[in-house]
């Protein structure tokens, strides 16, 4: 991880040394892009944005998108234009379609709030280690998107009965040999009527860093599945099979253990994500000079519901219920709260878990995977109350 002020003085050199300034002013409308880490964000990746949301920040239903985590694979791009772009839908359908930003603006409009969850969120926690960005708690945000139904805009193009996935491509920069950035995901879940090709997050039109002017929203998976800065959906007779479907953003079939060999064949795609919990406050390490505590946090479990959250405060020997507050959506976070008066000054473990609406409950170590996908260990933070 690496500060915001030696971030803002490797972006300095960089532009010194590049010139690089002209992609930077092409969007000099979007602050956010000026100063990454802005808002107190952690900054992950300075070579490409990604972005980590602070924990002390999980307390809001609708995270504000300076807020919310980025997460890129590659340059982001340098220009768009909002009048040139266009969007096409080509592939196994009747009549390959051509759209403008205004096209989409004049279908029937749907809005989701949906969090949104790197798979990699947690990675940092996973022992041992495994490759790959080490987010903590913070790869997560609570959002409202909003645009016309993906549903629509295939019954528009009218899908063969030879199409059974859907493929989406994203104009990102790509560096040198690095394979684009294409996924697919199935026809069932491309033509649910929650499944979105969203213009805007947060009533506002989506920023450059989430996608502008148009990206997917698919409601409940991972964040992966929701390609940014959209220009080619295609309908294929079967899964697309580039470097991000296969072998990225997999899970082995069977547990393995650290060092064992896993055979591609023998894992499957990462689709919804999994019953989670993190406590945002307070936050690990911190020395808090009362002892009446007020314990918040979010917890999701991508399609399905959370059922309760529960509070341990004696390092996992006795648990209550939290708090769940009264904001809900299908596919969003539910905020909770836990008051608690400690016993007496010393040293706490706190934790909490979340059960969802298909008996899901957090277990207390992730399943361990090669890259580290979908953790969701019962979350812990360690305090130390005064007298
Ligand atoms: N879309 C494109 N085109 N390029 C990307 O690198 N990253 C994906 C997804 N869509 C990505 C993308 C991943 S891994 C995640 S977790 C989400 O975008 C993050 O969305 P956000 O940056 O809006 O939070």
Redesign the pocket.
């Known amino acids: 991880m690496i500060s915001r002020r030696n971030f803002l003085r490797g972006v300095s050199g960089v532009v010194a040394a590049t010139g690089a300034i002209r992609p930077l002013l092409a969007w000099a409308t979007d602050s956010s892009l000026l100063i990454p880490g802005e808002d107190g964000m952690i900054v992950r990746s300075a070579r490409f944005f990604d972005l980590e949301t602070p924990p002390e920040f999980l307390t809001s239903w609708i995270t504000p998108v300076p807020r919310?985590?980025?997460?890129?694979?590659?340059h982001e791009p340098s220009t768009l234009d909002a009048d040139s772009w266009r969007l096409t839908i080509s592939g196994e359908v009747e009549k390959p379609l051509t759209l403008s930003l205004a096209d989409l603006a004049r279908l029937e409009k749907h809005t989701v709030t949906n969090t949104?969850?790197?798979?990699g969120n947690g990675r940092g926690f996973q022992q041992p280690h495994v490759p790959g960005i080490h987010w903590q708690k913070g790869?997560v945000?609570n959002a409202r998107f909003g645009g016309p139904r993906l549903r629509d805009l295939l019954q528009r193009a009218g899908v063969k009965p030879t199409g059974k996935h859907v493929m989406f491509h994203?104009?990102?920069e790509v560096p040198g040999k690095v394979p684009p950035?294409i996924r697919s995901i199935p026809i069932e879940k491309a033509t649910d009527g929650d499944t979105l090709i969203a213009t805007q997050m947060n009533d506002a039109p989506l920023s450059k860093?989430?996608?502008f002017p148009a990206?997917s929203l698919v409601p409940g998976w991972?964040?992966?599945a929701?390609?940014?800065?959209l220009s080619e959906i295609k309908v294929l007779d079967k899964e697309f099979d580039g470097n991000f479907m296969k072998p990225g953003y997999r899970f082995p079939n069977q547990p393995v253990k650290p060092g064992d060999a896993v055979n591609p064949d023998d894992t499957h795609v990462v689709t919804a994500l999994n019953v989670k919990s993190v406590i945002a406050t307070p936050v690990d390490g911190s020395t808090l000079k009362s002892r009446s505590i007020h314990l918040q946090g979010v917890a999701w479990a991508g399609e399905a519901d959370i059922a309760r959250v529960e509070v341990s405060t004696d390092a996992g020997a006795t648990w209550k219920l939290a708090r769940l507050d009264h904001e809900q959506a299908k596919y969003a976070w539910r905020l909770w709260t836990y008051a608690w008066k400690a016993p007496k000054a010393g040293d706490y473990t706190l934790m909490a878990r979340a059960t969802d609406s298909q008996g899901r409950t957090q277990p207390e170590t992730a399943v361990w995977n090669p890259s580290g996908y979908l953790y969701n260990a019962i979350d812990r933070v360690k305090v130390h109350v005064q007298a």
């Open positions: 919310f985590f980025v997460r890129n694979h590659m949104l969850e790197c798979a790869a945000g994203g104009l990102d950035f860093h989430h996608g990206r991972i964040g992966a929701s390609c940014k800065w």
